[in-house]
């Protein structure tokens, strides 16, 4: 491999991944070896290894989600040793590199676990819960017409950051499945506080906070108890403050909206 | 009214019901510890019986007592219905390997089971005192109140009754270490100025109030038996 560090030892491991059929059929952990693993290469990149050694043996692939590849999409979703994304803190799985393990290491590998994300296949789950949570009210409408001046309204430098940090949230999922709850609440925080900082959002304020959170409790995720495993797990860092942004939200809406239904 | 059901019904407004209840009963929880400190007093009793009497009598008490009965109950309630929405949350399949230890404390993972705690105590402390008090004959004290202090005197004699309390105030210490900042948190009132002084207060708090209900029955049972 061009660029890579001769002094890298190839490792062995064992893998017990999830292997689930489809939505309806129970799954189970099965066991497998894989050999000569770079310790350069992206977790992801040693489950392409077992995939084709598996195919070369005529067996079915491991399904597991991944797009990008560079730690931005959120679709890489793996529970791996017991935690979200594995055990590095701030990465995606596709950034988790095999040299944080070791030759010889066993590493289970399972799916995230919430009943609002039933699982597709093997390690692969339906996460459209949280495309349906955005829909109700995760948008700002705009309406058309000239582009506005880029300086037509003014926002604090402080209050741009902190929306920008909210708006890093990539949708992955790793808060739901690192909470004991399977709570979404960090995640409809972030997209809630991400537009209730900025005056672009203030239009639909009220609604959009309703809305979310009436979906997010209909899809059937769990209430928040605080033990911050969700922001402990976040790939990108969303503070457990965006909780309380929603929490405030959400009591203001509810006591001074106009919406009695 | 609908708005308002399903407010209270929302994950968000459960919560904030088991928060507001829980800042409550802590609340509760000074005016009952410094009260019984009058136990230590060592006046054979004579005060904590004539503020035994007082309590037991005065309206605006006896409202206050239906007030925390309520607080008692929402939260005990809510607690239910939280943890049985939140155990469907997660699902029947379990994680085979879970490190969630890695990441976050016990005490907060394990707020039902401290309560639990919590509440069967509750249970024979209110038998105890509170039944036997206002529906048991008890002897009179010289002040010609009910002697609640020889009830409390002849209770923390008894070993297995002195170690059910001391175990319930260590379940409570972690109950409210994790709950009494949580609870703000969930009200929304976070701040970075704020939440570290909150914290602190939170683990004084704890640490304090129930240091001085569990020396109780250790003061009668090493010093008055």
Partial sequence: MAGSNPNAKPMNLTLRVWRQKNRTTAGKIVDYQVRDISPEMSFLEMLDVLNEDLLRKGEEPVAFDHDCREGICGSCNLFINGRAHGPEAGTTTCQLHMRKFSDGDTITIEPWRSTAFPINKDLSVDRSAFDRIIQAGGYVSVNTGGAPDGNEIPIPKEIADRAFEAATCIACGACVASCKNSSAMLFVSAKVSQLALLPQGHVERKTRVENMVAQMDKEGFGACSNIGSCAAECPVGISLENIAILNREFLSAKATSNNLA | MSWINKTVTSSIGRK?????????????LVVHLIGNLQLFKGDGGLAFNTYSHFMSTNPLIRVAEIILVAGFGFHIYESFVLTRR????????????????????????????????????LIVHLYNFYYRFHYEPLPFDSQNNKNLYGVVMTSFQTWWYVLLYVLAQVALCYHLLHGFASGFQTLGLNHRKYTPVIKIVGYAFSIIVCAGFAAMPLYFFIFKS
């Fill in chain 2, 16 to 28: 904030v019901i088991m928060s507001v209840t829980g800042l409550f009963l802590c609340s509760f």
């Fill in chain 2, 86 to 121: 939140n155990q469907a949350a997660r699902g029947n399949q379990k994680y085979v390997v879970d490190n969630i230890g890695q990441n976050s404390d016990w005490k907060s993972r394990n707020m039902g089971l401290l309560g639990s705690i919590i509440l069967v105590f």
